[in-house]
């Protein structure tokens, strides 16, 4: 699938975010290793630490569905701000994915690609533990 596809989708979560109090909408799409693409979009919690990410929800949705590989992800906001995973987000990311999985972010006019592991060095792994 190529970035614009994966994009689109992480575009169309979006709508479905829950955001009263920031107002902020993020989607995102998981792209896993067998061509099935799960979203997620924030939902949040008027206790802030309760908030569930986008990228979390899409993560955990292909756990569940019995996906553990992946190929890439596509994150969005209403924005079109160039968002990227927080520092959460990418750690969560990281027990699943090497650090050159691509994370693509929508600038509206384009698309910046980054690796997960510019934007987490030095990620906290189980051979860690």
């Known amino acids: ?35 099935t693409v799960l979203t997620g979009c924030n939902v949040e919690m008027a206790n802030y630490s309760n908030t569930l990410h986008a990228e979390e929800v899409a993560l955990g949705a292909a756990v569940q569905a019995g996906h553990s590989e992946f190929r890439k992800l596509a994150v969005s906001s209403a ?30 006019e384009g698309v910046v690609t980054y690796s997960l592991g510019e934007l987490l060095p030095d990620a906290i792994a189980g051979d860690d533990l």
């Open 1 to 35: 699938m190529d970035d614009e596809t994966l994009l689109d989708t992480a575009r169309e979560a979006v709508a479905a975010a829950h955001v009263p109090y920031s107002g902020y909408a993020v989607g995102a799409a998981l792209l896993t290793a067998d061509g």
């Open 79 to 108: 924005a079109r701000d160039g968002v990227t995973p927080c520092g959460m987000c990418r750690q969560s990311l990281a027990e699943f994915c090497a650090p050159s999985f691509p994370i693509v972010c929508d600038e509206g």
